[in-house]
Structure formats: structure tokens, C-alpha cells
T-cell receptor, first 109, second 113 residues
Framework: EDQVTQSPEALRLQEGESSSLNCSYTVSGLRGLFWYRQDPGKGPEFLFTLYSAGEEKEKERLKATLTKKESFLHITAPKPEDSATYLCAVQATGNQFYFGTGTSLTVIP | DTGVSQDPRHKITKRGQNVTFRCDPISEHNRLYWYRQTLGQGPEFLTYFQNEAQLEKSRLLSDRFSAERPKGSFSTLEIQRTEQGDSAMYLC???????????FGPGTRLLVL
């Protein structure tokens, strides 16, 4: 069965303290892995798409990487405005996205 | 802004009533998805359209739920005889091939009393 697991569930960082979020997956035939940011009461906001192992994408303080079993979202020198829930989703052979439960990130000034 | 829009943003209803939500996708996107999200969980797939054809439905979608996309543009999601367990955020997303990235709307938050 296709499955996505994110860890940790929650993460508190001091401003400037870099860290990584993990998304591990078991799917048959990965077509893509997607990272989203979600603020409370809002819809998910697209961040990155990764298609193959070894691929990396960067945007401002965020960098996403992909291996055959997991993806990492690295946050470098985070700021309080980076506080949000970060969701990982995978697309297998169909058109469905399977989402993890997210990592709730809090960055303390 | 030509992103995905959803209406209404909030809906409070009494148990047993019917509700209908609307989603307007990004104009050139021919794929449209509905998801449900409860507190502390990731979005859960409900159904998917390509143009006006409903191609996939989740096993979790009970007979009380129905979705349409009559002209391949906007879509509606109707819930009949609402139950308290239907309280959730209902999200709509759209995409356009060959890219698979789904872009989400702001969601409709439903509370069933």
C-alpha cells in the first residue's frame, strides 16, 4: 500500500537555527514528490516538485532533496515567517496524491 | 490573481442538511481534484476530473457525496444529509499536463452542528 510518513510531527527552532524535515515513502512507481507549505486555515501552497533520485531544488532558505526512499526539506537560517506546516505528497502510478500528516514548524525570534 | 478559487470559504450547517461547494480552477487547467482535510492530518483524496469526466473516486467517498464538472470548467461538490463527521476543510486543486503539480485553492471550512 502506498504510504507517506513525515517526521518530526513538530519542530521548534530558534531563528537562524538550520534543520531538516523528513518525508519517507513507499509507493509503487513514483511519478513525483511534492512539497507544500500550509498556513493555518489556508490551502497548501506549492513549493517544489522532485521527479528522480538525486534531484535537488532550492528556493530562498529552502532546499529539497530526493532519494529512492525519502526526501528532505532543508531549512537554512530560518526566520519566524517560515513558521507553517510543511506537507509532503507523492504521486504514484495513478493521478492521486498521497499526503503525509505534515511537520509543524515554529521558528522563535 | 488567477489562482484556484473556492466558494464559500466557511459553511455552518445543521446535521441532515445538504451543502454544495464550488471550485473554479486556474483557467487553462483541465484537471481538477477534491480533497478533504481534518485537523492535524494531510489532505485526503476524494475525487478527480479530467475536463468534464470524473475519472477517479476514493473508496472513502460515500454515496452522500457527489461531484460534477458539467462544462469542464468549474466544479461542485455536494454533500447530502450531512453528518458531524463531515466537518472538515474541503480543498480543491487543479493541474495541467504534462506537469503534475497541483495548485490548491483556499478551501471551504465546513462545520456540521
Amino acid at each position: 500500500e502506498d504510504q507517506v510518513t513525515q517526521s518530526p510531527e513538530a519542530l521548534r527552532l530558534q531563528e537562524g537555527e538550520s534543520s531538516s524535515l523528513n518525508c519517507s515513502y513507499t509507493v509503487s512507481g513514483l511519478r513525483g514528490l511534492f512539497w507544500y507549505r500550509q498556513d493555518p486555515g489556508k490551502g497548501p501552497e506549492f513549493l517544489f516538485t522532485l521527479y528522480s533520485a538525486g534531484e535537488e531544488k532550492e528556493k530562498e532558505r529552502l532546499k529539497a532533496t530526493l532519494t529512492k526512499k525519502e526526501s528532505f526539506l532543508h531549512i537554512t537560517a530560518p526566520k519566524p515567517e517560515d513558521s507553517a506546516t510543511y506537507l509532503c505528497a507523492v504521486q504514484a502510478t495513478g493521478n492521486q496524491f498521497y499526503f503525509g500528516t505534515g511537520t509543524s514548524l515554529t521558528v522563535i525570534p | 490573481d488567477t489562482g484556484v478559487s473556492q466558494d464559500p470559504r466557511h459553511k455552518i450547517t445543521k446535521r441532515g442538511q445538504n451543502v454544495t461547494f464550488r471550485c473554479d480552477p486556474i483557467s487553462e487547467h483541465n484537471r481538477l481534484y477534491w480533497y478533504r482535510q481534518t485537523l492535524g492530518q494531510g489532505p485526503e483524496f476524494l475525487t478527480y476530473f479530467q475536463n468534464e469526466a470524473q475519472l477517479e473516486k476514493s473508496r472513502l467517498l460515500s454515496d452522500r457525496f457527489s461531484a460534477e464538472r458539467p462544462k469542464g470548467s468549474f466544479s461542485t461538490l455536494e454533500i447530502q444529509r450531512t453528518e458531524q463527521g463531515d466537518s472538515a476543510m474541503y480543498l480543491c486543486a487543479s493541474s495541467f499536463p504534462p506537469g503534475e503539480t497541483q495548485y490548491f485553492g483556499p478551501g471551504t471550512r465546513l462545520l456540521v452542528l
